[in-house]
């Protein structure tokens, strides 16, 4: 009875044994699978990785060339209408920052302490460049009169500015100049895809105003145009490959 009893506990284990093997097979072969599939995986996302590295190196490496081209550029353009020259720069100052910082360093003036009580109710928290600029003047050049708010506070109330006086030319005239000049100075933190898009615009520009620019210099800028184009074009395909 005894021997029976061991040779029945010998063949149940020996059964348990052969199916765990068979769990651990399984579960081994599936991990391998699993490994061959991520291995995949992970050389496809290098892959893509790697073509949006090319194509980031290539526009650093000519973010210097659009740097210097935009200054002969605006160097030709020099005797132009600076607020006009201001609008093609756009692309590299959409807020109107430079703008701002220009108007506020020719006048001297602090918008937030100008309008303590404007500032303190939340008036400028997603003001951009043009509005801030724009308080700017008023507090300079505007004629203004005040309401009081709760019994004690005074807010601007309504404005009127003489956009023909003499001091607003004068102004005006060293406005533009400097916002340019603070866009190129910082040129460098821009995406160079901004400064392609300026660099197009100033050639319009000078086009329509027929500025005689060199032959080396539109066949720079067609070949950067070629290059930028050929790096998105490549990592259109590899994306949907």
Known sequence: MIKKIKTLFHRFFSIKEEQIKQIQDLE???????KNEDTEVSHEVNDH?????????????????LDIEI????????SYDAKEVFELL??????????????KEILGI????????EDNMGRFEESDGYELKHYVEIAAFGDC?????????????KYSIDYNSKE?????????????EKIVDRGNREEPINKLQVLRNLRSYQKEHEVTVETEEVEMLAEINKEIDLGR?????????
């Open 28 to 34: 081994s072969k599936n991990n391998n699978e699993l």
């Open 49 to 65: 990785k790697d073509s949006r590295d090319i194509y980031k190196n290539t526009i650093k490496s000519l973010s210097g060339e």
């Open 71 to 78: 200054k002969l550029a605006l160097k030709r353009l020099k």
């Open 90 to 103: 756009k692309p590299l100052d959409p807020d109107g920052w430079n703008l701002y910082w220009s108007s």
């Open 110 to 117: 602090d918008v937030y302490k100008e309008f303590y009580t």
């Open 145 to 157: 009169t005040y309401r009081i708010v709760g019994n004690a506070y005074e807010v601007l109330d």
């Open 168 to 180: 607003y030319e004068t102004y005006i005239n060293k406005l533009y100049p400097l916002a340019i």
């Open 233 to 241: 074009e490549c990592i259109d395909w590899e994306l949907e490959r």
